[in-house]
């Protein structure tokens, strides 16, 4: 059975950090991308970042580069994502979602055609 199981999230004040886990079960680690996307309230969802581990590739949305850190450990099959310096715009319920690979050069090409979600974890900041 497939299985992404987020968690970590919880209240925090603007300018802290959190770090989210992604435990991913029943499938192969290294032929998926996981990514991160977030809905806030009222919100349509949106990809938040990306990685691949065969090669460590990574991507980010615009509003997170430079804040926020997308990491793996193939041996726990676990995608972090460390977020720093959150601000009240970063409040959204967090999901993670596993993507199969077909081009190597674009695993983490865009946040669409998730083949698999994990339920989600709410981020709250506070001012």
């Known amino acids: 059975e497939v299985q992404l199981q987020a968690s970590g999230g919880g209240l925090v004040q603007a300018g802290g950090s959190l770090r989210l886990s992604c435990a991913a079960s029943?499938?192969?680690?290294?032929?998926?991308?996981i990514a991160w996307f977030r809905q806030a309230p009222g919100k349509e969802r949106e990809g938040v970042s990306c990685i691949w581990s065969g090669d460590g590739s990574t991507s980010y949305v615009d509003s997170v580069k430079g804040r926020f850190i997308i990491s793996s450990d193939n041996f726990k099959n676990t995608v972090y994502l460390q977020m720093n310096s959150l601000n009240l715009e970063d409040t959204a319920v967090y999901y993670c979602?596993?993507?199969?690979?077909?081009?190597?050069?674009?695993?983490?090409?865009?946040?669409?055609?998730?083949?698999?979600w994990g339920k989600g974890t709410q981020v709250t900041v506070s001012s």
């Open positions: 029943g499938f192969s680690f290294d032929d998926y991308a």
């Open positions: 979602a596993a993507r199969v690979v077909v081009s190597t050069a674009h695993a983490c090409t865009g946040f669409y055609g998730m083949d698999y």
